[in-house]
């Protein structure tokens, strides 16, 4: 039989220690004791119209909802070593509100905390808004659909993420990231997927300076680029750019197709380039190997 907790204020360490098969609806977790880890070791919980303001509450949890909860800006490090949880209508505003997490869903949440979601799998996130500095770092298996994401450094040391119908504005995105697919989506910031192995970006606006440099198994398909200068420096890629690109320099294997280039730039290489940039309609080809423009 299920256990029912309903309009009662906790703020011990460890309220409700290893809390199993119930339900905890309009509670509130804070007051003057302060205490840490309500509801570590739960299993089994369903939370719903909660408001937490204490530090660790969900830590080493296994099965859980949470429906409409607000984990304001002091509920640190809110859910650490958990699986198996989905959590919808919620705002999640403490610091490091994921880590070390697996199959964790979230729907139509408002995420606001710095390194979210680091070192965690299965980790998906659908119509949700998210703010947050080195988000999901080297974590594995992420899904995210319709999107709007906001911060530095994100997406780094990680492999295999799906993003789809989503706008991204964040610098330094993707590094050293492996199995990387992006498709209909808005890309904003400087020095995109550097270090990337294996990046796919498919009808995407694709905006800022410096992109997809050092990039191994890079592909771009029906995709546009604005504000980007000194694109695909030592990059394996096989590019189709609908539109114009200001400036590439020495790519180091593949082939860049677009409608114009701006310039072509071709000094100090420190490494044998033997890309090509291909004008459409044009009947232009630049051969990094020949270091020479050629018809068709």
């Avoid at 360490?13 to 509670?27: F, Q, T």
């Avoid at 869903?105 to 408002?110: E, G, M």
């Avoid at 996130?125 to 999901?136: A, K, N, P, R, V």
């Avoid at 694709?206 to 980007?228: H, R, S, W």
């Amino acid at each position: 039989m299920r256990k029912s907790i309903k309009d009662r204020q906790f703020d011990e360490e460890r309220a409700l220690y290893n809390l199993k098969n119930a339900d905890v609806s309009d509670c509130i977790f804070a007051g003057e004791a302060d205490g840490e880890s309500v509801l570590k070791e739960a299993r089994d919980i369903n939370l719903k119209n909660c408001n937490f303001s204490l530090r660790y509450p969900l830590w080493h949890v296994e099965g859980f909802t949470a429906d409409n909860i607000n984990f304001d800006e002091l509920t640190r490090a809110a859910i650490w070593y958990s699986n198996h949880g989905v959590i919808k209508n919620s705002v999640l505003g403490g610091i490091k509100a994921v880590r070390e997490c697996s199959d964790i869903s979230l729907k139509n949440c408002k995420i606001n905390s710095q390194e979210f979601g680091w070192k965690s799998n299965g980790i998906s996130l659908l119509d949700t808004e998210i703010t947050s500095e080195y988000l999901f770092f080297d974590s594995s298996d992420v899904t995210l659909k319709n999107v709007k994401m906001k911060g530095k450094y994100s997406f780094q040391y990680m492999e295999n993420l799906d993003i789809s119908d989503s706008e991204l504005d964040t610098k330094d995105a993707f590094w050293h990231s492996k199995n990387v697919t992006v498709r209909n989506s808005i890309v904003k910031g400087e020095y995109l997927g550097w270090f990337s192995d294996g990046l796919t970006l498919i009808d995407c606006k694709i905006i800022g300076t410096q992109p997809l440099c050092y990039c191994t198994d890079l592909k771009l398909v029906n995709c546009t680029m604005e504000d980007t200068d000194l694109a695909f420096e030592y990059s394996d890629v096989e590019a189709d750019i609908r539109g114009h690109i200001i400036s590439v320099k020495n790519p180091k294997s593949g082939s860049i197709t677009a409608d114009s280039v701006g310039e072509i730039i071709t000094e100090d290489p420190v490494m044998e380039c033997t890309g090509k940039v291909v004008i459409r309609g044009g009947g232009n080809v630049y051969d990094f190997k020949a270091s020479e423009c050629v018809g068709k």
